[in-house]
Nanobody, 124 residues
């Protein structure tokens, strides 16, 4: 079973950038769908971005043009480059993998492997 460990979170001022990393304990090249999600207290976890092994990427409307998801299969690592950060981006960010399906989805319940999360705080 692959395990995921996020890093790279922190505090930054609005307009700044952060790069999140998600290191997997095993190979990720065969995992069709991996993604980043975020959650603030009292709200449901929401999808931020996802990527498939064929290079297809999808982004939430709120982050399009500012965030970039990428994966390095050789390093078994998933990344999320976040630019032009806004206070509304403040949340706990989680990476996740769906190893049970051959199609990708934004449905958080489809993802069966989760990291522990990394906190991102953006101040105005």
């Amino acid at each position: 079973q692959v395990q995921l460990v996020e890093s790279g979170g922190g505090s930054v001022q609005a307009g700044g950038s952060l790069r999140l990393s998600c290191a997997a304990s095993g190979a990720i090249r065969t995992i069709w769908c991996m993604g980043w999600f975020r959650q603030v207290p009292g709200k449901e976890r929401e999808g931020v971005a996802r990527t498939e092994t064929d290079g297809t990427t999808r982004y939430a409307d709120s982050v399009k043009g500012r965030f970039t998801i990428s994966r390095d299969n050789a390093k078994s690592t998933l990344y999320l480059q976040m630019n032009s950060l806004k206070p509304a981006d403040s949340a706990m960010y989680y990476c996740a993998a769906d190893t049970a399906h051959l199609t990708c989805s934004d449905d958080v319940h489809r993802y069966n492997i989760w990291g522990q999360g990394t906190q991102v705080t953006v101040s105005s």
